[in-house]
Every structure is written in C-alpha cells, then in structure tokens.
C-alpha cells in the first residue's frame, strides 16, 4: 500500500493567519488521509469545512502551517519539489472562467504544455487527446466565452489532462453549473478515472456525487470525521447530519421502504441501483 501512494497528508494544520498562528482558527487541523493511485476519492463537507483549503494543501499552492503533505514522496513545502508536484497533481477549481486564459478552446488547452516547453508536435497531440477525453473535439476552434458552464468546465479539465498529470483534484467543479453542466463534469472525471488511469479527488458537498468513489472522506469544522465506502457512510444518518449533511434520496427512500417491510438490497446508492432492486423484488 506505501508504495500505492500518490498523496499523503501527514497531521496536517493550516491557517490563514500565521502571523497570529497562536490565536488563530485553523482552516483545517490535524488531517490525515491518503490518496493512492487509480483512486476516485470524495472529501465531503458543507461550505465552511476546510474542502478548499485542503485541495490548495495538495499540490503545494498553500503548504501546512503544522505536518507535512507528500506528492509521490516529495515534501509540498520544499520549493525545489513545486513545478514536479504540479506535474503530478493539478486541481480544477469550481469557476472556469479563473482558468481559462484564451480565447480558443485549442489554445486554451495548448496553454500549459507551451509553458512547460513541450515540441510543438507533443503538444497537438496532447491537445488532440484531451479535448477526446472530455468530448470537446468538434468545439476545438470555438470561442471559450461563447461555451455553456458546463463545456468551459470541460476545457478547463482538458487543459489539465493535456499537462498529463497523474491526479486531478477538482474542487467543488459542478457549485456554479446547472443540472445538465453538472452531468457533464461528473461524467468526464468518472471517465479519467476508470478509462485512463488517472486518480481522482472530488471535492464536494452534493451528495449524489459522492455515491461513486471507492473512498469518501466526511469533512466538518476542518477535521476529518469519518472515512469509508459509499455504503458505510450513507449508511449512518447520524454522522452525516452532525456534519450538516443528509443521505441521497435513493438511500433515504430505500431505507424507508425497507422499515415497511419492503425486502430491498441492502447496497442501494443511486436511483438506478434503486429501480433495479424494485424490480428483483417484483419478479421475486
């Protein structure tokens, strides 16, 4: 398991304020948790609970005021490990229109890999494979501000992909879009994780997001509260509304129906998972 290891919180503590570190409240205290890699792992948490914080704690945009985080081995807060830890982790925030710096959507995803002095060649085909990944081809010559919410999010993801990073940490990507936009982003960082390899940190406080990572983190106040699947942490009500959280409507309405004698699976995250156990126990 060590060596699976891609991020790797160590009693980790922040604070905004380090002048006054002594009085002051810590964004987030005392975390540990790690990311390996191929793992699609949900931090989950209300607005307020350190989510971000801990995402910009994870490719060196902020370093821990107290503990140590590592990227594949190397310490985030040694200078000399920066440009290698951003190779290894990126992060999508939730406003792309903060990460989008061209006006077309192919320049804006050759941006990066121009900055790190790749041959032109490498980059098109860079560009060419992450505008595939995330179902952004036939828009490559479009103006970015003529693009939904959703398809900016996606350039956004893409220009991060064509950085090949072995992570992406997407930090609440789906706050600002509408239904539809939300779909499409989940989508696309559920596709990089179990077609391409890449690990993935969601970062979230919708709860139907949550429902498909191998690991979720429940987040309040700037600690961690609980780890475990999806199944564990739905499965404790009580947790989720001390954290100010509640379970997904599949789960709520599986629970209920079972309490009514309704003989229902016990594994039931989504309305698909759902409906199908409707339908075991009518042909039962």
Not at 21 to 34: G, K, N, Q, R, W
Not at 83 to 106: H, L, M, T, W, Y
Request: contains cysteine.
């Amino acid at each position: 398991m060590k060596d699976n290891k891609l991020i790797e919180f160590q009693n980790v503590s922040y604070t905004y304020d380090e002048e006054n570190e002594a009085s002051s409240e810590f964004a987030v205290s005392d975390i540990s948790l790690t990311v390996c890699k191929g793992e699609f792992v949900v931090i989950l948490g209300h607005n307020g609970s350190g989510k971000s914080t801990l995402a910009k704690l994870s490719n060196s945009i902020f370093v821990p005021t107290s503990g140590k985080v590592y990227v594949n081995g190397m310490d985030t807060a040694d200078e000399k490990n920066e440009f290698a830890i951003r190779e290894k982790v990126g992060v999508v925030f939730q406003n792309p229109d903060n990460q989008i710096v061209a006006s077309i959507v192919e320049e804006d995803v050759a941006f990066g890999p121009e900055n790190l002095g790749i041959a032109p060649k490498i980059i098109r085909e860079r560009v060419d494979s992450a505008l595939k990944a995330v179902g952004m081809e036939e828009y490559r010559f479009h103006e970015t501000h003529r693009l939904s919410g959703g398809q900016k999010q996606r350039v956004a993801i893409a220009g991060m992909i064509a950085m090949l990073p072995e992570c992406i940490v997407f930090d609440e990507p789906t706050a600002m879009l509408d239904p539809k936009g939300r779909r499409e982003v989940l989508e696309t960082a559920r596709k990089l994780n179990s077609q391409d390899g890449i690990s993935v940190v969601l970062i979230t406080h919708f709860m139907e997001e949550a429902v498909f990572a191998d690991r979720i983190y429940v987040m309040d106040k700037g600690k961690i509260l609980a780890e475990g699947t999806p199944s564990e942490i739905f499965s404790d009500e009580k947790l989720l509304l001390s954290a100010g959280l509640d379970v997904p409507e599949a789960v709520r309405i599986a629970a209920r129906l079972r309490k009514n004698g309704v003989p229902l699976r016990e594994d039931i995250l989504t309305e698909e998972d759902l409906i199908d156990s409707f339908i075991e126990v009518m042909n039962s």
